[in-house]
């Protein structure tokens, strides 16, 4: 834990359980889908709170914290906008309606917290412990920057996933969805519905890009606070960032082309920081010019196509 105390630890999981269940109550008076004007506002709180927690670490631990704080918070955020698009096929796969979808992205939140912890704790532990562990998380990085980089559309195949498929074994499973419920009782028996499913596949999703996002936020600092901490803060707000920017996805065109030369530079810091140490203040302006550039040069190319724009939440909900 370096220099944080329990008490902090302690402090700060009370910070994101009053948080969230502020969120939680928000959605039970509103069990629609998330107009895109709340979106707006939430995602704005959200990315409030990860700065006003970046001036805390400032005044707390110094300008060197900070900035690797809010480094790893933008590589977190960056990849989580990537993971938006998968989440897009996955509910238009399976047909999951508008006002569901907010459901199965609250739990899945509460799920990634649990799996990024086990992740990081699992990850910081294994470099402080093999040190040469940092040549494979840069080797895997630069080779994911890679694949990231060739394109190519993404395939969602559950049944192919194998959470799903044991879970199929263990319990049946209804054939339409039963409003919110993720379990029901059919003549005496316990099933589970498509919705979970669904959520089942998001949570496996998010494992396969935890496994990417913490080796690159490793890279810029093994603090366990400051990596879990940036983890969070970027999670929390995905929800609300999903349905502000799911309909807009098309328009982002060169995100994943940015997220890969991101992903890439990270590789090779990791590879070569036993010679030569890049100071935080590079990675971040590095990171966020790429992310500018991508960012600016997707809206050029999508005005001069004269993209449309539908936001999610204003489209009409799938039938079940």
């Known amino acids: 834990m370096g220099t944080v105390s329990v008490w902090m630890w302690i402090g700060f999981f009370a910070l994101v359980l009053a948080m969230l269940a502020v969120d939680l109550g928000v959605s039970r008076r509103r069990a629609r889908a998330m107009p895109l004007r709340s979106a707006a506002i939430w995602t704005a709180v959200w990315i ?10 400032y ?7 900070a900035l690797e704080f809010f480094t790893a918070y933008l590589i977190e955020k960056a990849l989580s906008v990537d993971n938006l698009f998968v989440f897009v096929l996955i509910f238009s796969m399976f047909g999951v309606p508008m006002v569901t979808q907010r459901r199965v992205l609250f739990w899945g939140v509460i799920g990634a917290l649990v799996m990024r912890g086990i992740f990081i704790a699992a990850g910081a532990a294994l470099l402080h412990q093999f040190h040469w562990l940092m040549y494979v998380f840069g080797a895997f990085l630069l080779f994911t920057a890679f694949k990231l980089a060739r394109g190519g559309e993404t395939e969602i195949k559950p049944e192919r996933n194998p ?12 054939e339409h969805f039963e409003g919110e419920r993720f379990f029901v009782r059919h003549a005496g028996k316990l099933m589970a519905t498509p919705l979970f499913l669904v959520l089942l596949i998001v949570e496996t999703t998010d494992l396969v890009f935890a496994v990417d996002s913490i080796p690159a936020v490793l890279a810029v600092t093994q603090d366990t606070f400051l990596v879990y901490t940036s983890n969070v803060f970027a999670i929390l707000g995905l929800r609300a960032l999903y349905f502000l920017l799911a309909g807009a996805m098309t328009k982002f065109h060169y995100l994943k082309l940015g997220l890969s030369a991101i ?20 990675s971040l302006g590095v990171i966020a010019g790429v992310l500018t550039v991508a960012v600016v040069a997707s809206l050029v190319r999508a005005r001069r196509l004269g993209n449309p724009v539908h936001h999610a939440a204003e489209a009409p909900a799938a039938s079940a």
């Open 263 to 282: 992903l890439g530079f990270v590789g090779i810091k990791m590879l070569i920081a036993d010679f030569l140490k890049i100071p935080v203040a590079i």
């Open 48 to 57: 409030g709170m990860a700065l006003l927690f970046n001036v805390g670490v």
């Open 163 to 174: 959470a799903i498929r044991l879970f199929r074994k263990i319990m049946p499973v209804t």
């Open 59 to 65: 005044l707390w631990r110094g300008a060197e914290p």
